[in-house]
């Protein structure tokens, strides 16, 4: 009866000790987007990103106004020209308007594929910096803010990263 108790007693204490044997493992969290947005290469990126999209829109908003004046001309003329004439000049119209459609959707990929692309390359100038601060404090964790429900600041590394990162990515 003796054995069967301390047999007992012992499996209890391995029972409660063990969830403490994993609690040195370091954990920590950061935020990637706000590195790339803060740093200094991914302000010049999301610059460069920006002066396209604004070319974009320029080049938009001049087909834009050659439609706009076509139709004006349209509704001018409407009541002047014969009805075969008018229908070509809607049919133009109509096809003008499909390939502003067209270029629009062209140019809307283009800036996302361009974007997607950019940060794809800083996210792999910043992956070793991150493996090597994750080795030099023993870091076993790294965790993306955003699947971060709730947690304490000290875990967040995010400001080390910002400034890793500046100084080491020109």
Sequence with gaps: MLRLKEKIFFLIIIIF???????????????????????????????????VNKSNLKKLNLIKTKIDKN???????????????LKSKIDEQKKSIIEFDQTKIKLEKEINELRRKK????????????????????????????????SKKNYDITKQILDLVNKNIK
Excluded: C, H, R, W
Aim: hydrophobic residues 40%; proline residues 1%.
């Design 17 to 51: 000790f063990q969830n403490y044997s994993f609690a040195s493992e370091k954990i920590a969290f950061v935020d990637l987007d706000y590195v790339i947005n803060k740093s200094k290469i991914g302000s010049k990126v999301l610059k460069e990103l920006e002066n």
């Design 71 to 85: 139709k004006e001309e349209i509704i001018k003329t409407k009541n002047v020209v014969s009805e075969s004439e």
């Design 119 to 150: 940060m794809l390359e800083i996210v792999k100038m910043i992956n070793p910096l991150l493996e090597k601060y994750m080795e030099e404090n023993s870091i076993e964790v790294l965790l993306k803010k955003d699947s971060i429900y709730l």
